[in-house]
């Protein structure tokens, strides 16, 4: 039933499969949009500080930081997928079926059997009211790809890879998905990114430099690219720093053992 046609917001299709637009049935009962995004992040943002105060309070700088500025600009749905990131693992299967591109960001953070048969059962729940809508989606998306990107194909991209190593961790999991999903390159979807640090300083850190690549961008980008020209400020000033955290610890490790002086082998006589 959604089109494009129209100017902003309107432009578009609906990106969204339908159990994101079952979730968005009590907000489309108030008759005006803005106050209706206002209460949608709002509620989103609440559950977000419940999730990182109770599970990892060393995440509150992401309310600090641009993506997130930019994310209730726009009422965007990823700091509800980065708090059911941070909340015990059957959230995420919510977090896939609302928006499966970020959604698989936030599973990988918390992978477990559990969150798949929870979302396998809410798919087949769905199949019954509109058994299409598979196919439509995937329709809409596949029409439109040429609007998103993979950040590990674009500009300075394959530096990402650095944190390769660190792929058994829950952070660097995340991280690594991030980098490989194609995703809007604006600005909203790197709220995921604070997954990565660890320490309260690391979030600080991040939040910080997020807003000289936004600000860097607000001055800088060419006409005519606003959107796209996003990319190359995000990959070396929030993703790829999020990279050297995750390969530090990794890259020290290596040095300690190259540096770590060999002991020598003691000599045993040869028996006459």
Known sequence: ?????????????????????????????????????????????????FAVLRYDWKKFPV?????????????????????????PPAWQSLALLTKPTSGLAAFLYKPSARS???????????LLWIPTWPIEWLTATLATRGHYFIPLLSTGGFLLLMAIPAWRSKEGRTFLGMSLIPHHPYWYESVLLWLVPQTLRQSLGLSLLSWVAYFGWLIFHPEGEIINSTW??????????????????HM?????????????????????
């Open 63 to 87: 309310f600090l930081s641009a993506p997130f500025f930019v994310s209730a600009s726009v009422a965007q749905i990823t700091p509800l997928i980065l708090a059911l990131a941070l909340m």
């Open 116 to 126: 798949i048969i929870i979302a396998l059962v809410l798919v087949l729940l769905t």
């Open 252 to 272: 020290t490790q290596v040095a300690r053992n190259f540096l770590k002086p060999v002991k020598p082998t003691p000599h045993t006589p040869h028996p006459e």
């Open 232 to 249: 190359p400020w995000q990959i070396f000033l929030v993703y790829l720093p999020c990279a050297v955290l995750l390969a530090f610890p």
């Open 1 to 49: 039933i959604i089109q494009p046609g129209g100017n902003y917001p309107f432009e578009n299709p609906l990106f969204y499969p339908l159990p994101a637009a079952i979730l968005s049935i009590p907000f489309g009962l108030i008759n005006d949009p803005y106050l209706a995004g206002a209460a949608f992040f709002g509620l989103s943002s609440t559950l977000l500080a």
